[in-house]
């Protein structure tokens, strides 16, 4: 019997960025090698974006103890270095996934992570320098050479159901970011700093084992013309959706990791030293997962872009209204509860909406193009906002961090609308 031939309703030849970019039909998706690879993709961003995203531990930890004559700000750069060339490489990551798969890069990307955990157990206190250039340069390095293309692999097995599949993928940073300072907080007190991370790095290999066992790359139908593809297309900017999206992604971006960083030294300053603020970046990470797979169910029900911009404004709002006016601990909570699960949308929507206006082959490209352009305000947001903390002692000190926070996501909201309305003005048609 012959095999049924879809086609995907995010992918009319009327979307396409240029003219001469067409679209083929493609066959029916989801296979059993297509679930094993998002398996595989989870547990890379378990291990390299969930550790990134615990960076809110090692600020704490950082600036009470291994590098307590550092300046707040000065830490913060450590993880956004990070970020930032995950961003910087992602046009080149995805790129190469696009060409020879993902084996080699998570090969390399495991490689580098596990030794750039053990210089960091070796490194002595107040050593800025040298751990700015062993966490931030050598592992942010080491991350950027995964995270992209553990999402690229996946789009390529995915169409209509790309939204939620990538949602699920994203889930894997959110699982790490509640696992890794659980076990931070857990195994310091007891084996010390080092031998933690050290630990660390044995589940980051593991993790790393057994995604290159479970990945496959999708060969492509055009070997040929994707050998000669740039690994860096910026031809994706000629489209006004594109571009003015990538702008609001930018404000996002630049006020989304604030919460997450100095949620927990906000709390001792209002609130002083207490048991339960140790547990709130894994909060923010958990809801964050049920943010994510709702994100990506209802993006692929209603449209990804109608859903991406008014939860990135609520989460604006929640910093203007319910963080900034909070008075107790209850309040906290609820504050990051929420704004877990409406920020996730940041990370699940951007890729697969990118995908909506972007042929196959330059999908990677295109889509490491966008955040290429965003390192800046990933690398800025959280310097900037810890610069802006007038008393580091007191709750009111920490206005203009918040304010600061709302205010740019609430910006990426209004230009996310935008793009949204170059798609098409009816605001009830699917996009």
Known sequence: MAEKTIYSLDRRPSESTTDTESYEPRQQEGDYAAWLTVMGSILIYYAASGLMNSFGFFQ???????????????????GTLQMALCNIFASISGALCD????????????????????????????????????????????????AQPALTVVGQHFKDKRALVMSLVCTG?????????????????????SNAVRIAGLKIALCYSIALFLSTSKPSNNPESKSRAPLIDFGG???????????????????????????KTYTAAAHGNNGISQYFLC???????????????????????????????????????????????PTLVLFISMYGFFSSSVSALPTSIIGQITPDDKLGARTGAFYSLITTA???????????????????????????????????????????LLHAQDLRKKW
């Open 60 to 78: 704490d930890y950082y600036s009470k103890e291994l590098l307590r004559h550092t300046p707040a700000p000065n830490i913060a750069f450590i």
């Open 99 to 146: 060409r020879h798969g993902v084996k080699y890069l998570y090969i390399g990307s495991g490689i580098g992570m596990v030794i750039s955990l053990l210089i960091l157990t070796y490194i002595p206190p107040s050593q800025f320098l040298l751990v700015l250039m062993t966490q931030g340069l050598l592992l942010g390095l080491s991350i950027a050479f995964a």
């Open 173 to 193: 940073s959110s699982l790490g970011g509640i696992g890794f300072p659980l076990m931070f907080n857990k195994l310091v007190p007891q084996v010390g700093f």
């Open 237 to 263: 900017f000629r489209d006004f959706r594109y571009a003015v999206l990538c702008v609001g992604m930018w404000f996002a971006i630049l006020g989304l990791w604030i919460p997450a960083y100095y949620i």
């Open 283 to 329: 909060m923010i990470n958990g809801c964050s997962i049920v943010g994510a797979i709702f994100a990506g169910l209802m993006g692929d029900r209603i449209g990804r872009l109608n859903l991406l911009w008014p939860m990135v404004l609520v989460s604006g709002c929640l910093c203007l209204f319910l963080w900034l006016l909070s008075t107790s601990i």
């Open 378 to 420: 990933s690398l800025g947001g959280t310097p900037i906002a810890g610069a802006l903390i007038s008393d580091a002692n007191s709750r009111d000190g920490y206005r203009w961090l918040i304010l600061f926070s709302g205010t740019a996501l609430i910006l990426g909201s209004v230009f996310m609308l935008a793009s949204r």
